[in-house]
């Protein structure tokens, strides 16, 4: 599981109110995994036959296309990607999180140049989902609209936000939206069960899920936040997290 991949970092920006990766961390990442695992398209979790690992990417951020979408292509790797529909729509209208941070960290009006703008906050644009959605390495997934806290939200707000964000990325791309991920990983039964009733084929959490008994809605992922290879192989040892294949 990543998030946003910077081109590049600015040590005058605190490290939260920016992506923890930049580019050559996160190409040094894809190195290293090709070394180590063989690499899956979504469609293929269920094989119990074939193992290997899935790149996914949360929140729609324009770096996803500008920065990553390159490097997977380079490296012909497919990736799955859940986008926050809020700044797809309008990539200048910021997640409710992105703008707490610069708040938060006191980031100088100096520093955010339309540059930095695109290259760390802004979601990716309709025109850029549209030219990814073509793309037969990229999967694109719903995150909702908003990035609420779905488990504090009413049942309305739920189906709103799930079956809403679907809507418009099929209409948008064209493609059916099959994949969900839960913002903050969170959820519980209620959002779980709405998942599955606005026919989503499957949906991803984060490290830890609550293991409510639908696996196949409650697909945990290893979060990466660092290039350095001893915390690689912590991470994708097998002992932090057991394979997909082991609890579905």
Known sequence: MFHGISDHKISEIDQNAQPYLDKNEFENIILWLKDNFSFLRPDQIWNPDKSGILLTFDDGFQNNYRTVLPILKRHNLPGLFFVTTQHIKNPRNWLHFVKNNLKNYKIPKALLTNEIKEDYYNGISEKQIIKMAKDPLVTIGSHTITHPVLSKSSESDIENELK??????????????????????????????????????AAFGIDKVNNLGNSRFEIPRIGIYNDSKPYLSAKLSGIYKLPIREII
């Open 164 to 201: 809403e964000s679907k809507k418009y990325l099929e209409n948008l791309t064209g493609n059916s939206i099959e994949y969900f991920s839960y913002p903050f990983g969170d959820y519980n039964k209620i959002v779980l069960d709405c998942v599955s009733k606005l026919g989503y084929s």
